[in-house]
């Protein structure tokens, strides 16, 4: 059966991945719409970025504009160091096409309709755009179990206070959701950064694959790899968003166990995500089958003659 699928994104590099990864696995995953929000880049660049690469491979699934900043309305970081400031490196895609809002004629309610036809959620950003969403209309997301990218326990996150960047961008729209009925599943740094595809793996599996896409995706990502090998240690780069888009289409590669989580809204510590002592609110992954993941990523954006290269 396939599964269908609404894309919350700030698209980045690793959101470009996990787009065309979720684009091309037609035989599993449907994408049938898509959001855009703030984080790796301005929400209207982010939002261009996700209808270019979804165009590029093959899926025709509209995209919205969504928040452009968070709850708190703290100002918002332009310049990500990994994305550069079109979210993919120079190779980002024109704004040329006047896409719809969010929260205008649909309103931010898109989300709860999805909810409420149980189209999956995969949300790769800031989680903004899901909180606005449930003061609208909260009954539609009650054990909705969408899959965030979110936290960092016993690996260092990159934001200032050593969050993961999209708790830390809004930590009150994390903490409404995890409060609101809402039974997510995340993928925290800890799981996402066991994976690392090299510049080689990319660069072989371009040069089979031969498409507008994967050259596309080749250059926006030399730059990411190089601020992670510098960041992070070792060879390659943490491809965090593909690793969430991959526990959808084969979700016997990842373990999940129950939870009970919580935010730090602000000071020193803002973002954190901490386990706390309770009913669990939800679900964190805590195993990876890291070689067929990194396997699945790269036959899924290259086909299998990368996987035999790489």
């Known amino acids: 059966m396939v599964l269908r699928v609404h894309i919350d994104t700030d698209c980045g590099v690793d959101d470009a991945?996990?787009?065309?990864?979720?684009?091309?696995?037609?035989q599993a995953v449907e994408?049938?719409?898509?959001?855009?929000?703030?984080?790796?880049?301005?929400?209207?660049q982010a939002a261009a970025n996700a209808r270019g690469v979804l165009r590029l491979a093959g899926c025709g699934a509209e995209v919205y504009i969504g928040a452009g900043a968070g709850l708190a309305r703290r100002r918002v970081e332009r310049m990500r160091p990994a994305h550069g400031v079109d979210g993919l490196n120079g190779a980002g895609f024109s704004q040329r096409w006047k896409l719809p809002e969010l929260e205008r004629g649909h309103s931010a309610n898109f989300l709860a309709f999805a909810a409420r036809r149980r189209v999956t959620g995969l949300f790769l950003g800031p989680l903004t755009n899901l909180a606005k969403a449930l003061l609208e209309d909260p009954a539609a997301f009650r054990q909705w179990k969408p899959t965030i990218v979110a936290g960092a326990f016993d690996v260092e996150g990159k934001a200032a206070s050593g969050a993961d960047f999209n708790s830390w961008s809004d930590p009150e729209a994390l903490q409404r959701t995890l409060e609101a009925?809402?039974?997510?599943?995340?993928?925290?740094?800890?799981?996402t950064a066991l994976v690392s595809i090299t510049e080689a793996d990319l660069a072989k599996g371009a040069v089979r694959c031969g498409s507008p896409l994967s050259q596309r995706l080749t250059k926006a990502a030399a730059p990411y790899i190089a601020f992670h090998e510098q960041v992070w240690g070792g060879e390659g780069c943490r491809p965090h968003d593909a690793v969430a888009a991959a526990s959808l289409i084969a979700p016997e590669h990842f373990t999940f166990e129950p939870a009970r989580l919580r935010v730090v809204i602000d000071g020193p510590r803002q973002g954190r995500v901490e386990r706390v002592d309770g009913a669990p609110n939800a679900e964190v992954c805590v195993g990876v089958d890291v070689a067929a993941v990194k396997r699945m990523i790269l036959g899924g954006l290259f086909g299998a003659s990368a996987v035999e290269a790489a």
């Open 17 to 26: 991945l996990a787009l065309a990864l979720l684009a091309r696995a037609r």
């Open 31 to 44: 994408v049938v719409s898509v959001s855009a929000v703030f984080g790796n880049t301005y929400v209207d």
């Open 181 to 191: 009925g809402v039974a997510p599943r995340l993928t925290p740094l800890d799981a």
